[in-house]
């Protein structure tokens, strides 16, 4: 089971972390990600690390801004946000995957519940 909290409202330029917490397995033994959608758009990809707190990948989008990164001893997975948009408003899941390269969503096996992050002035 994935849970995803830290989500929020927060200004333009404003920073939340997102954090993913794994129970039942390792997480540091799966792929990694985090996927976001927007009202009324497709879920899309923004994040992704592979097992073992190696590479990382993230969308042009938030390349830059955003940093993903494991936290082993906690089994948990964070999303660092900054310098937030009004475009980064959506709701944010994470999930993991058995396959280390893992890109697409249908790669991935198991998927947090959401957490609505709110970019406004």
């Known amino acids: 089971q994935l849970q995803a909290s830290g989500g929020g409202s927060v200004q333009p330029g404003g920073t939340l972390r997102l954090s993913c917490t794994a129970s039942g397995f390792t997480l540091s033994d799966y792929a990694t990600g985090w996927f976001r959608q927007a009202p009324g758009k497709e879920r899309e990809f923004v994040a992704r690390i592979r097992p073992g707190a190696s590479r990382s990948y993230y969308s042009e989008s938030v390349k830059g801004r955003f940093t993903i990164s494991r936290d082993n001893a906690k089994n948990t997975v964070y999303l660092q946000m900054n310098s937030l948009t009004p475009e980064d408003t959506a709701l944010y899941y994470c999930?993991?995957?058995?396959?280390?390269?893992?890109?697409?969503?249908?790669?991935?096996?198991?998927w947090g519940q959401g957490t609505l992050v709110t970019v406004s002035s």
């Open positions: 999930a993991a995957s058995v396959t280390a390269w893992a890109a697409s969503q249908e790669q991935y096996d198991y």
